[in-house]
Structure formats: C-alpha cells, structure tokens
C-alpha cells in the first residue's frame, strides 16, 4: 500500500537472504570466539618416570577416565606423557605412574573396590592407590567439599586398568 513493495516482492525477499547470509557467519565466528576466549587453560602436569608396567597401564587408564567427574568438565592436560587427566577449575588431577607411599597401619580407605591413602593438607587432599601394580594419584582441592563422589567415577576404570599387586 501508499507505494511500498508488498512484503513478499522480491526485492525484499532478496534483501532477507543477503541479511541472513552475513549474519549466520558473523554469529557463528562470534560464537567460536567467546567459546575459545572463555575456555579454561591447559592444566600442566609433570610427568612420572614411567616403570615397564606402567608404559602399558597408565595410557588405558587415562584413555578410560570418564569426560566428567560429577559436574567437573574435563580439561587438557599438557605434560605428564599420556599418564594424566584432569577435570574441573581449580583442577582435580589424576596422575598415573607416581611412587608408592608409606601407609601407616589401618589408614586405608576403600572407595567402590579401590583402596587409597590419603594426605591432607592446606591445599586438599591428595588420594594414592594401594594394591595396585602402578600406583594412581588423585589431588582433590580442598574446595571441592565432598571427595567420594569425586573419586567414585574412576574406581570403575581403574579396576578394569590397574592389575593388583
């Protein structure tokens, strides 16, 4: 009406394509942006000198791990030779390969089937298997309050990857 195009006359059905063809690439850049922008840093991990048993054991083991522990997301790893995994931020690491600990009498914990000691200290709680034929090490934040269930979603896998001693 009063001299406008009608809403389905090609010049205006040209003029929506061209405005959805520029704005889907700039919202997908956009998006691709912000996601890398936001994403957590690596978590670096020193490595453990692998013994011959571990060489074979700790790449099962982290190719194994579940992608979420609870609700902590997994994060790249960079360092520790395919013998770590991490998941969260501050990050909750698994280390694979570490040296046996000195276990004082009666200060095991058994979670799901797996046997741990645990060192407390300022920074969290660091969970070392027992029992196994390469041991597994799990640092625990102490800001995240409940560890159980933390800890629970690796028992499976290590178990299915880790040979008792």
Request: glycine fraction near 12%; aromatic fraction near 4%.
């Amino acid at each position: 009406m009063f001299g406008r195009p009608p809403l389905s006359s090609p010049v205006r059905r040209r003029a929506a394509l061209l405005a959805t063809v520029v704005a889907v690439p700039v919202a997908v850049v956009t998006g691709l942006v912000t996601a890398r922008l936001t994403a957590p840093t690596p978590v670096h991990v020193q490595g453990t000198p692998f013994s011959i048993e571990g060489r074979k054991v700790c790449p099962r083991l982290v190719g194994g791990v579940p992608a979420r522990l609870g609700p902590l997301a997994g994060r790249h790893v960079e360092g520790g030779a395919g013998s770590a995994a991490a998941w969260g931020d501050p990050p909750v690491v698994l280390r694979c390969g570490v040296p046996p600990r000195v276990t004082p009498a009666g200060q095991i914990v058994v979670l799901d089937g797996v046997d741990w000691t645990t060192d407390v200290d300022n920074a969290g709680v660091t969970w070392t298997t027992v029992g196994r034929r390469v041991n597994v090490q799990v640092r625990v934040p102490g800001r995240y309050d409940s560890q159980g269930p933390l800890l629970s979603p690796l028992s499976p896998v290590i178990r299915r990857t880790v040979p008792r001693a």
